[in-house]
């Protein structure tokens, strides 16, 4: 095993994600992604971004959008502390990410995230902006701070 971390971009993390995550779609934007390469064996990504909750976008906080791994013991462990440290070094204040409740979130207390709050079911569609739905948004998740 040669693990190690590169910048990757947003298409190929999408593509990744497309392939190997299990409920989650590709997301529309980010500000970088990180591969998890196992000699030249792409293995698991992160793609991270502004908040999605509005009231949570201060400039300082940073949203781990999607952590998606081939499978591969202990990547997504991984992945999450190597981003919180580039946050760091980055400036960011705070790093969130969610979980649905009827995951174990293992990897994020392997990290040392903490739970920070219940997140209640909700659609993003508006009348005046509307938003294709997903079946994520009818399940009730978890806030977590790393």
């Not at 910048?7 to 190997?20: D, G, R």
């Not at 998890?36 to 991270?48: H, K, P, Q, S």
């Not at 502390?81 to 705070?94: E, F, L, P, T």
Request: glycine share 6%; hydrophobic share 35%.
């Amino acid at each position: 095993m040669n693990y190690y971390f590169r910048p990757i971009s947003l298409k190929q993390a999408n593509e990744f994600v497309s392939n190997h995550h299990r409920h989650n779609k590709p997301v529309a934007g980010h500000k970088f992604s990180i591969g998890l390469f196992d000699n030249e064996r792409l293995i698991g990504v992160a793609i991270c971004g502004r908040p999605v909750a509005r009231m949570a976008d201060d400039g300082l906080t940073l949203e781990v959008l999607r952590v998606c791994t081939d499978g591969t013991r202990n990547a997504n462990s991984m992945l999450y502390s190597r981003v919180k440290k580039i946050a760091q070094v980055m400036g960011y204040q705070k790093v969130l990410t969610y979980t649905l409740t009827e995951e174990s979130g293992a990897s994020l207390r392997a990290v040392g995230a903490q739970k920070d709050g219940i997140v209640k079911p909700r659609e993003w569609s508006r009348e005046k902006r509307k938003r294709e739905t997903q079946n994520i948004y009818k399940k009730e998740k978890i806030r977590w701070i790393l």
